[in-house]
T-cell receptor
């Protein structure tokens, strides 16, 4: 049982490049979300999904797109990376009250 | 908009001390409150979850309290150990079910 799997663990992008951060879960949780963590600011919600085909914006959605075609996968897309998107990204799933977090993707945009 | 604040930002204590970490939130209409632990370069591990109707939860040497009316929660760690060194995050789950995090308290327990 892998829980929540995020790939890649590390990534360096050049400004303007695009990429997709992958998040996969094997717990059949309906609720999935993406957070970014910056020094001194805690985690901030980017986008979330309450089930396949349904997504919504969180606190800081600008510059990011998501889709949810299956229960298992919730990819986060950066269409044109900017240095301000340098951060650690966490994917989380939830059922009931509990949250399960992935181990994170450390992204640097140069 | 729900805002979560954690004080202090960093704390250093000698081994064996009892300590309290503080969390405050601006909107008392919460679904629940959760304390997480984060080790450097790692993800988050849930420690304690308190429902909005509860006053406290305990797990081993950890005790978390919740005072919804005043918008405060505390995490009490008894007999601290070097292995407790980590960043502790408080998160409030709002009525719309998304979570809002504090910036965390970085705890160092010195042997």
């Amino acid at each position: 049982n892998a829980g929540v799997t995020q790939t890649p663990k590390f990534q360096v992008l050049k400004t303007g490049q695009s990429m997709t951060l992958q998040c996969a879960q094997d717990m059949n949780h309906e609720y999935m979300s993406w957070y970014r963590q910056d020094p001194g600011m805690g985690l901030r919600l980017i986008h979330y999904s309450v089930g396949a085909g349904i997504t919504d914006q969180g606190e800081v959605p600008n510059g990011y797109n998501v889709s949810r075609s299956t229960t298992e996968d919730f990819p986060l897309r950066l269409l044109s990376a900017a240095p301000s998107q340098t951060s650690v990204y966490f994917c989380a799933t939830s059922v009931g009250d509990g949250y399960t977090f992935g181990s994170g993707t450390r992204l640097t945009v140069v | 908009k729900q805002e979560v604040t954690q004080i202090p930002a960093a704390l250093s204590v000698p081994e064996g001390e009892n300590l309290v970490l503080n969390c405050s939130f601006t909107d008392s209409a919460i679904y629940n409150l959760q304390w997480f632990r984060q080790d450097p370069g790692k993800g988050l591990t849930s420690l304690l979850l308190i429902q909005s109707s509860q006053r406290e939860q305990t797990s081993g040497r950890l005790n978390a309290s919740l005072d919804k009316s005043s918008g405060r929660s505390t995490l009490y760690i008894a007999a601290s150990q070097p292995g407790d060194s980590a960043t502790y995050l408080c998160a409030v789950r709002t009525q719309s079910l998304d979570m809002r995090f504090g910036a965390g308290t970085r705890l160092t327990v010195k042997p």
